[in-house]
């Protein structure tokens, strides 16, 4: 088989760490029989600096054109004063929107390798925590009308707009429930209908679309109990079903829980194969360039890649396996090094991850 990937390798640590998750891609497929033609493209910052723009024309229509968009970090301090319509951020909004990618999925998910690096008790863990975080992507506040009043006056004003309609709240909702179903079956769902009237919908429509599945478990929390129940009880949880917005803010949360941020993968997803597939961490710009950024999060989006755009389980199980065995062994780039573990660069974790996925009977 052979699959066009689009890579964006993006600003910041975008391009050390996506150097290491094609690589471990490419072990994945040798060993598989899997080919990859890749096409790297511009977005985000680097965008602006070569076209002016952070998602050129050429850079949509390969990504429109590919099997899956693979996506290292974008965003730094060079462009954060351009306005809103013309930085990296608005790039990648643009690509999940003009890509229909209203789906995202963001595994938190313990390595009990890495019990020690989580911030919370052992207690608390217990024994495992598996939660995947399901965030509407294109709707919302993200996407919604904005703007500003009376500019440059004493009374100057700004709004932004959340608005959610019954078909985006059902199609997102049915990918919760599917995905709860191979899971432990569990949804809760979260947002902040005791204030928000896009929350009292998005509500109503979860509870008549579960209708649908009756072997699935619904809560609801609000957010701000959603936040706390995350660090006080997080193995309540297995699939949360949220908003562009409180997924956003959920799932950096979520991730701590596993130790770091650089440990988790995501992928945005919509009605066809096509998938975009990135790490949840930004583009880390204090550590570009350094080789010192943990490139886990950028591996293991590639086998989410393989898994949900190209049903390749074994590659995506290979890696995920390998990444395990790597860190079984003590070694851990220095966001998740505690003492006693072998301090890796950049480079050297890609290595040992492909070594372990050449080595795997
Ligand atoms: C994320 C990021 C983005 C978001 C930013 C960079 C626009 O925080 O993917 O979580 O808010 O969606
Ligand atoms: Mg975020």
Same mark, same amino acid.
């Given at each position: 088989?052979?699959?066009t990937?689009?890579?964006?390798?993006?600003?910041?640590?975008?391009?050390?760490?996506? @150097?290491?998750?094609?690589?471990?891609?490419?072990?994945?497929g @040798?060993?598989y029989?899997?080919?990859?033609? &890749?096409?790297?493209?511009?977005?985000?910052?680097?965008?602006?600096?070569?076209?002016?723009?952070?998602?050129?024309? *050429?850079?949509?229509k390969?990504?429109?054109?590919?099997?899956?968009? &693979?996506l290292?970090?974008?965003?730094?301090? #060079?462009?954060?004063?351009? $306005?809103?319509?013309?930085?990296?951020?608005?790039?990648?909004?643009?690509?999940?929107?003009?890509?229909?990618?209203?789906?995202?999925?963001?595994?938190?998910?313990?390595?009990?390798?890495?019990?020690?690096?989580?911030?919370?008790?052992?207690?608390?863990?217990?024994?495992?925590?598996?939660?995947?975080?399901v965030?509407?992507?294109?709707?919302?506040?993200?996407?919604?009308?904005?703007?500003?009043?009376?500019?440059?006056?004493?009374?100057?004003?700004?709004?932004?707009?959340?608005?959610?309609?019954?078909?985006?709240?059902?199609?997102?909702?049915?990918?919760?429930?599917?995905?709860?179903?191979?899971?432990?079956?569990?949804?809760?769902?979260?947002?902040?209908?005791? *204030?928000?009237?896009?929350? #009292?919908?998005?509500?109503?429509?979860?509870i008549?679309?579960?209708?649908?599945?009756?072997?699935?478990?619904?809560?609801?929390?609000?957010?701000?109990?959603a936040?706390?129940?995350?660090?006080?009880?997080?193995?309540?949880f @297995?699939?949360?079903?949220?908003?562009?917005?409180?997924?956003?803010?959920?799932s950096?949360?979520?991730?701590?829980?596993?130790?770091?941020?650089?440990?988790? $993968?995501?992928?945005?997803?919509?009605?066809?194969?096509?998938? &975009?597939?990135?790490?949840?961490?930004?583009?880390?710009?204090?550590?570009?360039?350094?080789?010192?950024?943990?490139?886990?999060?950028?591996?293991?989006?590639?086998?989410?890649?393989?898994?949900y755009?190209?049903?390749?389980?074994?590659?995506?199980?290979?890696?995920?396996?390998? *990444?395990?065995?790597?860190?079984? #062994?003590?070694?851990?780039?220095?966001d998740?090094?505690?003492?006693?573990?072998?301090?890796?660069?950049?480079?050297?974790?890609?290595?040992?991850?492909?070594?372990?996925?050449?080595? #795997?009977?």
């Amino acid at each position: 088989m052979k699959y066009t990937i689009t890579v964006l390798k993006g600003d910041g640590i975008g391009p050390e760490i996506t @150097d290491q998750a094609l690589a471990v891609l490419k072990a994945a497929g @040798d060993k598989y029989g899997i080919s990859f033609e &890749l096409r790297e493209e511009l977005m985000g910052g680097c965008a602006i600096d070569e076209y002016g723009i952070p998602l050129p024309e *050429v850079t949509l229509k390969a990504c429109k054109e590919s099997d899956a968009v &693979l996506l290292g970090a974008v965003g730094g301090p #060079k462009w954060e004063e351009l $306005p809103r319509s013309k930085t990296p951020e608005a790039g990648l909004l643009g690509i999940r929107a003009g890509l229909g990618l209203y789906a995202n999925l963001r595994p938190a998910v313990i390595y009990e390798a890495l019990r020690d690096a989580s911030p919370l008790k052992s207690e608390i863990i217990g024994d495992k925590i598996d939660i995947l975080v399901v965030r509407e992507l294109t709707g919302g506040i993200y996407f919604g009308e904005r703007g500003r009043s009376d500019t440059g006056t004493e009374n100057e004003s700004a709004y932004d707009t959340e608005r959610y309609s019954v078909a985006e709240i059902e199609r997102i909702a049915a990918i919760a429930f599917e995905a709860a179903s191979k899971r432990s079956g569990i949804v809760t769902s979260v947002d902040k209908a005791n *204030v928000l009237e896009s929350s #009292k919908l998005w509500r109503e429509v979860v509870i008549r679309k579960a209708r649908e599945y009756p072997n699935i478990v619904l809560n609801h929390l609000y957010v701000d109990n959603a936040a706390m129940q995350l660090v006080r009880n997080p193995r309540q949880f @297995d699939v949360i079903l949220t908003s562009n917005m409180f997924g956003d803010i959920l799932s950096d949360e979520a991730s701590m829980i596993t130790g770091s941020i650089g440990m988790l $993968p995501s992928a945005s997803l919509g009605n066809g194969a096509l998938g &975009l597939y990135e790490p949840i961490h930004g583009s880390a710009p204090d550590i570009a360039g350094m080789n010192k950024a943990n490139p886990i999060a950028a591996i293991l989006s590639t086998a989410m890649m393989l898994r949900y755009s190209f049903k390749q389980y074994a590659a995506a199980d290979a890696i995920e396996d390998a *990444v395990r065995r790597v860190l079984e #062994k003590g070694y851990r780039t220095a966001d998740i090094a505690s003492a006693g573990n072998t301090v890796t660069e950049t480079s050297e974790m890609g290595e040992l991850v492909v070594r372990e996925v050449l080595l #795997k009977q």
